[in-house]
């Protein structure tokens, strides 16, 4: 089976840009999970996607916000885009409606840059 | 909400060597997993191990949910062992401990 894949796999934006990231899921997982990785946060939980629901969501501003296709794909979408949002951020799917209940495989991430 | 402690920050082994590290947790979860990030950024999961003992080659892991610990075990390290463990617990959303950066040296 093929593993999670994420696109684009880079992307250089500027402050006040919008950005949409891609993510296709492991192929029979449902849930969707989406993640921001940064040198002094760590690894925060953005949102969790299951049948095209939002399940749960993290501590973010509405300025990030995502969706789930009939197809399990997922994408987030970061409006106004600031320096703080230069991040990695990874996707992560599960074969169960959650991933807090159920082994996750993570996606290789798209690193945004924003200048 | 639940905070994740992992212990220690960083270590440094000799190619052969094992070692035991510890994931900190403050409340009562039913899930707990730990993760290894490769100098690429890719994160793998090595365990789903909301309690009790799992082994998988030279990884073992072990998780006291009454205690609120977990503990990862690497026998036998090898530089592709390098790179950052996460454990993370979680009921409705997963938080992520800090991690533990190991470096082996051949």
């Known amino acids: 089976k093929a593993g999670v894949t994420q696109t684009p796999r880079y992307l250089i934006k500027t402050r006040g840009q919008q950005v949409t990231l891609s993510c296709s899921p492991i192929s029979g997982h449902r849930s969707v999970s989406w993640y921001q990785q940064t040198p002094g946060q760590g690894l925060q939980f953005l949102f969790e996607?299951?049948?095209?629901?939002?399940?749960n969501k993290g501590n973010f501003p509405g300025r990030f916000s995502g969706r789930q296709f009939s197809n399990s794909r997922s994408e987030m979408n970061v409006s106004t885009l600031e320096l703080g949002d230069s991040a990695l951020y990874l996707c992560?799917?599960?074969?169960?409606?959650?991933?807090?209940?159920?082994?996750?495989?993570f996606g290789p991430g798209t690193r945004l840059t924003v200048l | 909400g639940i905070q994740v402690e992992q212990s220690p920050p960083d270590l440094i082994l000799q190619e052969g060597a094992n070692s035991t590290l510890r994931c900190n947790f403050s409340?009562?979860?039913?899930?707990l997993q730990w993760f290894h990030q490769n100098p690429w950024g890719q994160l793998i999961n090595l365990f789903y191990?909301?309690?009790g003992t799992k082994q998988n080659g030279r990884l073992s892991a072990t998780t006291v949910a009454t205690e609120r610990y977990s503990l990862l075990y690497i026998s036998s390290s090898q530089t592709t062992d390098s790179g950052v463990y996460f454990c993370a617990v979680g009921e409705n959303d997963m938080r992520f401990g800090a991690g533990t950066r190991l470096t082996v040296k051949p």
């Open positions: 191990i909301p309690s």
């Open positions: 992560a799917s599960s074969l169960g409606n959650s991933g807090a209940t159920d082994t996750q495989y």
């Open positions: 409340d009562s979860v039913n899930n």
């Open positions: 996607y299951f049948s095209e629901t939002q399940r």
